[in-house]
T-cell receptor
């Protein structure tokens, strides 16, 4: 699986859009980008994933650059409950494989 | 549609005792994963199982740890002769057997093991 790089921490004001970047410059053609988050003391929660097209669901949007070397997770209207550690994971989706969690980005939403 | 169920949520053991952690996957899921999170550290993969088979145990400590996922019943992570260093949060995840959704793992709330 390709290595990912994320900022250690970020802050965002409540109600504003939170944009979390992830670099994955060594991503290969068949690897997807997955995002999970872990709210304090809870189990990780799947957010979204994508290959090369931008994706949107009820939780977030995922923007992947054309060269696929980086991506941004967007929480459009952050709330206090979005405070969590966010993990960007790159992996091949074929078969069921382990997830390799890095250090992630600790996002703090401020009132 | 119940999610991944783990029990107990909290488990206290004395050094040398055995710990048994249970995980019931989501309905229809046949793949189970166990992860461990030591205090102030990241999540680390331990083992991946399908019904009655261990597929990948590359993250399991060589001694005292074992896992099973029987044909009937929950998956069990067993830690024999626990030591203080085993104190951690243990998370179970499950995924379905086929289709695009097989790539997504859904996690339980975890079992917090404290070894006295």
């Amino acid at each position: 699986d390709a290595k990912t790089t994320q900022p250690t921490s970020m802050d965002c004001a409540e109600g504003r859009a939170a944009n979390l970047p992830c670099n994955h410059s060594t991503i290969s053609g068949n690897e997807y980008v997955y995002w999970y988050r872990q709210i304090h003391s809870q189990g990780p929660q799947y957010i979204i994933h994508g290959l090369k097209n931008n994706e949107t669901n009820e939780m977030a949007s995922l923007i992947i650059t054309e060269d696929r070397k980086s991506s941004t997770l967007i929480l459009p209207h952050a709330t206090l409950r979005d405070t969590a550690v966010y993990y960007c994971i790159v992996r091949v989706p074929t078969g069921a494989q382990k997830l390799v969690f890095g250090q992630g980005t600790r996002l703090t939403i401020n009132p | 549609n119940a999610g991944v169920m783990q029990n107990p949520r909290h488990l206290v053991r004395r050094r040398g005792q055995e710990a048994r952690l249970r995980c019931s996957p989501m309905k229809g899921h046949s793949h189970v994963y166990w992860y461990r999170q030591l205090p102030e550290e990241g999540l680390k993969f331990m083992v991946y199982l399908q019904k009655e088979n261990i597929i990948d145990e590359s993250g399991m400590p060589k001694e005292r740890f074992s896992a099973e996922f029987p044909k009937e019943g929950p998956s069990i992570l067993r830690i024999q002769q626990v030591v203080r260093g085993d104190s951690a949060a243990y998370f179970c995840a499950s995924s379905p057997p086929g289709g695009r959704a097989k790539n997504i793992q859904y996690f339980g709330a975890g079992t917090r093991l404290s070894v006295l």
